[in-house]
């Protein structure tokens, strides 16, 4: 990899070019995938481990792809996603108002926080009998428990955002006559949008996670959780077991890379998301010739340098 000596107080320091991190980072997620391949094939190949407990990976990504050609299955799929969907939005339209109603009415939030801080760590799957007695075996059951785990992230991150809003723009806007709920439609839920959106995102994962182990655990309906507890149970059904985790881990996935760049396009501005951008142009073509902004030549630092 080619490096770059630049001179920095004096000092001359080695940097790798923007261009060599863009390309290294997905290069090294594919290495790292691929080497997690060979060891699971590796280990199955040689007996190290029983193919009855860990089928070789080849085989399991085979079922895999087979199981994209499986109506019955890919409807299952379907049902867990739109459980997903369903939870994830009733989350948001609970979360949101009340994150912001705590975030700006601190006597609202200080009445509640002891019953906040009671219910956030009840696990969703300890609550999966007494919600099937009160809703019944259905999407209803899943969509009430991934509601309800999904809340938090996007509540607390609704609260924080708020508490991060810049004080000086809420106060120019009261100095001109702005009521309450101006400030909080043009400052406050402007500046903490990022935030929302990054607990959504916590949230999207949580919200998988309950809708397929829901599933598993509850042992009723249609979804993916229903076919891996299935194949669970079944003679020799571990290849269909991980080849379902396999399908669970890509959605996963696909997720967060579509909410990520959505993220980003939406709020440019942030840190990490500004950064980002900064690398793409970077690393675009440009003239050899042309000068860039921040950067002196050699010979210009050689003609200030001052030598004892």
Not at 255 to 284: K, M, N, Y
């Amino acid at each position: 990899m080619k490096r770059v000596r630049v001179r920095v107080d004096g000092r001359v320091r080695v940097r790798v070019p923007v261009l060599a991190r863009v390309r290294q980072e997905p290069v090294l997620g594919v290495l790292g995938v691929l080497l997690a391949f060979g060891v699971c094939e590796a280990m199955s190949r040689a007996g190290i481990v029983r193919r009855s407990y860990l089928p070789p990976a080849s085989e399991v990504l085979a079922r895999a792809v087979e199981l994209a050609g499986d109506r019955a299955f890919l409807d299952g799929v379907g049902a867990t996603l739109r459980a997903w969907a369903l939870g994830l939005g009733l989350a948001c339209a609970i979360a949101i108002p009340l994150g912001l109603l705590l975030g700006s009415v601190p006597v609202v939030d200080d009445a509640v926080r002891a019953i906040v801080e009671f219910l956030r760590p009840l696990p969703s799957v300890a609550l999966i009998p007494l919600v099937s007695l009160l809703l019944g075996s259905g999407t209803e059951t899943k969509v009430a428990l991934i509601t309800y785990a999904s809340v938090w992230p996007i509540l607390f991150n609704t609260v924080y955002g708020l508490g991060e809003t810049d004080p000086l723009a809420k106060d120019t806007l009261r100095a001109f006559g702005f009521g309450r709920l101006s400030v909080l439609l043009h400052v406050e839920l402007p500046g903490t949008a990022p935030f929302i959106a990054a607990g959504i995102r916590i949230s999207a994962a949580v919200a998988l996670i309950l809708a397929v182990a829901t599933e598993i655990l509850a042992g009723f309906g249609e979804g993916l959780g229903i076919f891996i507890a299935q194949a669970g149970t079944a003679t020799d059904g571990t290849r269909d077991v991980l080849a379902g985790v396999v399908w669970a881990g890509t959605l996963g996935l696909v997720i967060d890379g579509v909410l990520v760049r959505c993220e980003r396009r939406a709020f440019p501005w942030t840190p990490e998301h500004r950064t980002s951008a900064q690398r793409t142009r970077e690393h675009r073509p440009r003239d050899a010739s042309a000068p860039v902004r921040g950067e002196r030549s050699a010979a210009a630092d050689s003609d200030h340098e001052v030598h004892p």
